[in-house]
């Protein structure tokens, strides 16, 4: 296991540079329920990394911890060289900034159309009042979301409600929303939840693709052993509790990740 250091002592600018997410002892409970204890592992940048669990085991929860979003009882979360627990809120949002989210609910606007909802990702991320004074600051956005749109091969529904789309459809909008401000890390809670087998293959293909083409660091979800195994360089697996798995990709065997489940 690649355990990431003492929890208490800050590490220095040089041991952080080539990792993009730190966690040291990671513990969460909500109430009496304890969700997981002294989970530490590093991301690298630009690695793909699987998070893989039984229903339960608390991968949502622990993305939500890395990014701020719900604080952790034990432990720390250095993401971006910066420490997660003492940023302020100023400090959130830049940090939130650098990040994108691709979530198991899509999130689109609904009566929105396509080019809206991947405008907003774009503009969510260059929101401040140095953004607003340039003219061309929504001619930009534009821009930017039409050719995320392109990229997942979307353009031409760029004028299309979001409420009309299939899911598959709908999974490509929001990659496109949160690679459109090309953020240095992605965290994506199953990209292909509730997709078909057949589209769920594609979209992680097209998604992978991209992702891996822009040198972005990702940490994504799965049920899907094989995609664990297909598209992350590393997967670590959550039991009981406590985080019973970084390995290499290529070091593991279906079999090995199987386990997590019994
Ligand atoms: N806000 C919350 N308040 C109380 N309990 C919560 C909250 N969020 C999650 N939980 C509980 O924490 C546990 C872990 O949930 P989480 O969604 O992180 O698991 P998961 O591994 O992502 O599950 P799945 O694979 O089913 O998506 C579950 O028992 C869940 O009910």
Redesign the pocket.
């Known amino acids: 296991m690649d355990q990431a250091g003492a929890h208490t002592s800050a590490p220095t600018f040089h041991a952080l540079q080539d990792h993009d997410v730190t966690a040291s002892g990671l513990t969460k409970s909500?109430?009496q329920?304890e969700?997981f204890k002294d989970v530490s592992f590093r991301l690298v940048r630009g690695e793909a990394v699987a998070l893989v669990?039984?229903?339960?085991?608390?991968?949502?929860?622990?993305l939500r911890c890395l990014l701020g979003l719900?604080p952790f009882d034990a432990g720390s979360v250095q993401l971006l060289d910066h420490d997660i627990a003492s940023a302020n809120r100023a400090g959130l949002r830049t940090l939130r900034a650098q990040t994108g989210l691709v979530a198991?609910k899509h999130n689109l606007v609904p009566r929105l159309s396509v080019l809206t909802n991947v405008i907003h990702g774009f503009l969510g991320q260059h929101s401040g009042p140095r953004y607003w004074s340039q003219s061309f600051a929504p001619a930009q956005a534009r821009l930017a979301a039409m050719e995320a749109l392109d990229k997942v091969g979307l353009a031409h529904l760029a004028s299309r409600r979001a409420d009309r789309l299939s899911g598959g459809q709908s999974q490509r909008v929001a990659i496109a929303r949160a690679l459109v401000a090309r953020p240095r890390l992605l965290i994506a809670?199953?990209p292909c939840a509730s997709l078909d087998p057949s589209a769920g293959e594609e979209i992680m293909a097209m998604f992978f693709d991209l992702v891996r083409s822009e040198g972005v660091t990702v940490v994504f979800?799965s049920?899907h052993i094989d995609h664990a195994l297909t598209y992350g360089d590393r997967v670590l697996g959550?039991a009981e509790g406590r985080l019973k798995l970084d390995a290499t990709a290529a070091s593991l065997a279906a079999s090995d990740l199987r386990g997590l489940y019994d």
């Open positions: 909500f109430g329920n969700i669990g039984g229903n339960g085991t608390g991968k949502s929860t622990l719900i198991q809670d199953e979800t049920h959550l």
